[in-house]
Structures are given as structure tokens and as C-alpha cells.
């Protein structure tokens, strides 16, 4: 009976954590890049021991045209590269700007990576022809000449990744597996929304609120067996 009372308590607690966890999702639902997190769910180990996962889906989300040449959208399971004060990070969430150095940076401040390095354009800013084009394959260019090749790794299920703000991710390994070519495809002029469906959102939310109910009746009916069983045994 206090294995059953355990049991259930420990479904109350995975389900408070869900319910977290799809709150934070519609939080961000209109968060440019942003990847859902899939609730906490139970998973067997290779050791037959059962751990209390949360996964993050990384399904493409929707790509839609701005007026701004320096939004950019990706398509695929890649991601640009970011200096970050904690170090090299991931992100998709493609609203760049140039900063007073020249330097192509996020919303956030933090420099974007090219393959030669940080992305800077400050000797091209007094050129006539300043038109910024950037290819499907990342190429960079301000008139005709050729800055540089933006820097992509991939992001998908193929490694773990943590979190670390908004839309920028981390190798929980430590070590970025850089991207090839035919593994995206950059949209100029255009930002990916988060890939959120907040039908499926609130759907699971009404489960999940569901299944804590039952939860807490079993834990109050074993209470009130255990409270009972205790009393026949005092008497």
C-alpha cells in the first residue's frame, strides 16, 4: 500500500513538471526559432533502470518573409553558430543586425561565426554598392565581394543538446558537429516561427490535468486504507 502511495505521488510530480513544461511551450509560441519541449515521459536504459526524460522536438517550423535582408530562415536540421559569453552556442532564431563595429550579431548582442571567424563587414560599410546577399548555402557577400561563409551545425535528435536561453542550445557533449551543405538551406529575408501547435498544447494540458486528478484520488483512497489499516491495528 506505500509503494502504491509512492507510485502515485511520483506520478503527481512528473505531471506538475509536465504541466510546466507545456506552459513554458505556449509561453514561447511566439518565439522566433524556438523548439518545443516534449513533456517528461519514462525511459527504459540499456541497465533496465527507468528515468524521467524530457525530449526536444526539432521539427521544422514555419518560415515567413520579412522585409529584412539580414532575417534569415533555415531550413533542415542545422543551426547557426553563435559566440556567446559562455562559450560557442546554437541557435535558429535568424533576427541579425549589424552592431557599430560592423559585426553581424543577434537581438541578443552576441557575434555570429563564419567559417574564417566572427562575421564583420566594417571595410565594406563605405563601398557604394552596400547591398547584402547571402545564399541558400550561407554565402555572404556585400556588393561583389565575398565576406564570408556563415558557420552551421547540425541540430537534430542524432545527439543530445541542452537549453540554454530562448532558442540557443548547447552540445551536452561538449562538441559541435558542424554541418555540411546539403543539410539546409538558408532563406534570406525570411525568420522560422517556433514550432509550436498550440491546439496540441492545450489538448495535452486538459490530459495531463486530467490524469493528476485521478493521480490524487488514488493517493487520497490509499491514505485513508493506510489511516484505516493502522486503527485495526491499535485495536
Do not use: C, W
Not at 163 to 173: D, L, M
Amino acid at each position: 500500500m506505500i509503494k502504491g502511495i509512492f507510485m502515485a505521488a511520483r506520478s503527481l510530480n512528473t505531471r506538475t513538471k509536465n504541466m510546466d513544461v507545456i506552459a513554458n511551450n505556449l509561453a514561447n509560441l511566439s518565439t522566433t526559432g524556438y523548439k518545443r519541449e516534449v513533456p517528461f515521459s519514462e525511459v527504459l536504459t540499456n541497465e533496465g533502470q527507468i528515468l524521467i526524460k524530457k525530449f526536444t522536438d526539432y521539427k521544422q517550423g514555419e518560415l515567413l518573409p520579412t522585409s529584412n535582408p539580414l532575417d534569415l530562415g533555415v531550413f533542415g536540421n542545422s543551426a547557426f553558430v553563435i559566440q556567446t559569453e559562455r562559450g560557442q552556442e546554437l541557435t535558429r532564431d535568424g533576427r541579425f543586425k549589424l552592431n557599430d563595429e560592423g559585426s553581424l550579431v543577434t537581438n541578443d548582442g552576441n557575434k555570429v561565426m563564419g567559417q574564417n571567424g566572427e562575421i564583420n563587414i566594417s571595410d565594406q560599410m563605405l563601398d557604394k554598392d552596400q547591398t547584402i546577399y547571402i545564399s541558400s548555402e550561407g554565402e555572404l557577400k556585400v556588393g561583389d565581394t565575398v565576406i564570408d561563409t556563415f558557420l552551421m551545425a547540425k541540430l537534430d535528435g542524432s545527439q543530445e543538446f541542452k537549453r540554454t536561453s530562448g532558442s540557443n542550445f548547447i552540445s551536452a557533449e561538449g562538441n559541435i558537429e558542424y554541418a555540411n551543405k546539403s543539410d539546409y538551406k538558408i532563406n534570406q529575408g525570411y525568420l522560422e516561427e517556433s514550432n509550436i501547435n498550440p491546439i496540441i498544447e492545450m489538448e495535452a494540458m486538459i490530459q495531463i490535468n486530467n490524469d493528476y486528478s485521478s493521480s490524487h484520488k488514488v493517493v487520497n483512497i490509499l491514505d485513508q486504507s493506510l489511516e484505516k489499516a493502522n486503527e485495526m491495528g491499535r485495536v
